[in-house]
């Protein structure tokens, strides 16, 4: 059977240069290239770069396109209700990111100004699963203090970074940490950790700084729009003590039962659960990474598929309902309709 029929598929690698540098976890996780350019690798992905009319789209084992063969039979694929209330959007991005330096201060634009600038159905707002991080690192998240857009501009002019980075309010992660950056939020990340991510299906980033990147920020860090309109959609108010809190959850990513990884709130975006050796899901469209271990995945209308660490798997509606066993692995999934129809 070819491996664009609508049947659970091993992924192959999909890294890609970017502008800054990192890659080498990801290919000894994933067998793939490695770095020193390849910090991202885009898994089970439907979406372009900003700009490309490729590039980032994966492929299955055979050369298709999984956009194209989701089209062929979007029923197969995502199930009649997701396509009734999504259409052919798997609704989710899941990246992994490995930074050898750290992340620059930027943010992502929501729903409502990503339809209005852009003509796009979805923002951006993203959720990080810590799997890997040195000692004492961190990210920032949300402005510590209120900023003034107009003495924020002049700091991006200026390309202040030490100013714009400290201007963050920072917390330290650790393993199994896992953070809700909603969008507008400024963020950034450290060097050295090693990030699961999942995101609304764009590649929507506006940077408020780029120096030491191989990037033009003026150029291309303003999602074409220019600085003073594409910061109408930063959030300038920090985030509560409250907020803050209710974005970061930490997960233990060994024993028990299988569980939600996320904070309940990245429900109306995307949802991931841990499978710590077994975990039993009904019937839908979803991304397996496997984290560690060796072991199988069972479905009601598939064969048995052998897994083991590095895997990434895509699995289809049709499929029918799954059982993992053996193995440690994140199961990535489209979010709950019910809350995407209201989520900002």
Not at 143 to 162: T, Y
Not at 191 to 205: R, W, Y
Request: with cysteine.
């Amino acid at each position: 059977m070819s491996q664009s029929s609508t049947t659970p598929a091993k992924l192959p690698s999909n890294q890609f240069d970017h502008f800054y540098r990192g890659g080498n976890r990801i290919g000894a996780l994933r067998h793939g290239p490695g770095g020193p350019m390849r910090p991202e690798e885009w898994i089970g992905s439907i979406t372009t770069r900003f700009g490309e009319a490729e590039q980032g789209l994966s492929h299955l084992a055979d050369g298709t396109l999984l956009r194209e063969a989701i089209k062929a039979d979007p029923d197969g694929w995502l199930g009649a209700d997701h396509v009734k209330n999504f259409g052919l959007s798997t609704e989710i991005l899941v990246k992994l990111l490995d930074p050898d330096q750290r992340l620059p201060v930027h943010y992502h634009p929501n729903k409502a100004f990503a339809k209005t600038h852009l003509g796009l159905d979805h923002g951006k707002t993203e959720a990080w699963i810590i799997l890997e991080a040195p000692a004492g690192s961190g990210v920032g998240l949300g402005f510590a203090a209120k900023q003034n857009k107009e003495d924020l501009l002049k700091l991006v002019r200026a390309q202040d970074s030490a100013a714009l980075l400290a201007s963050l309010r920072r917390t330290e992660v650790k393993v199994g940490d896992a953070v809700l950056v909603p969008a507008g939020v400024a963020h950034a990340i450290d060097a050295g950790i090693f990030v699961l991510e999942l995101q609304e299906p764009t590649d929507l980033s506006a940077l408020l700084e780029w120096e030491g990147f191989a990037v033009d920020g003026i150029k291309d860090g303003h999602l074409g729009l220019g600085f003073e309109t594409v910061t109408d959609a930063l959030k300038l108010d920090p985030l509560t003590d409250a907020e803050f809190d209710s974005l970061i959850t930490h997960t233990a990513f060994s024993g028990g039962n299988m569980r939600t990884v996320l904070p309940l709130k990245s429900d109306g975006y995307f949802r991931a659960h841990l499978a710590p050796g077994s975990g039993d899901l009904p019937a839908g469209f979803a991304i397996i990474l496997v984290l560690d271990g060796s072991g199988e995945i069972t479905f009601a209308n598939a064969p048995t598929m052998a897994i083991t660490k590095g895997d990434a798997v895509v699995i289809p509606f049709a499929a029918g309902a799954y059982s993992l066993t053996g193995a440690n692995a994140i199961i990535c999934r489209p979010p709950l309709a019910e809350l995407a129809r209201v989520a900002e």
